[in-house]
């Protein structure tokens, strides 16, 4: 009987621990959307020139560039 008490004790603290770190992972979720709205949204021009750019300027050294 001590075996399944133990087993069964063990499970409830994974269970807990599953618990806490969703609770963690719900908080980071919420707080990364509260930043992400509060952010200026991004030209189209810039999603798809910006990248572009900065590829460019990582195999042509010599070609300053400034992200």
Not at 2 to 20: D, F, G, P
Not at 30 to 46: D, G, N, V
Not at 58 to 63: A, V
Request: glycine content about 2%; overall charge positive.
């Amino acid at each position: 009987m001590n075996t399944i008490e133990h087993i069964v004790s063990r499970y409830r603290l994974y269970q807990a621990q599953c618990e806490k770190r969703r609770l963690e992972i719900d908080r980071e979720i919420e707080q990364l959307t509260k930043e992400r709205a509060s952010i200026r949204p991004i030209r189209w021009t810039e999603g798809l020139l910006r990248p572009v750019l900065q590829e460019i300027a990582r195999q042509t050294p010599f070609i300053g560039f400034m992200c």
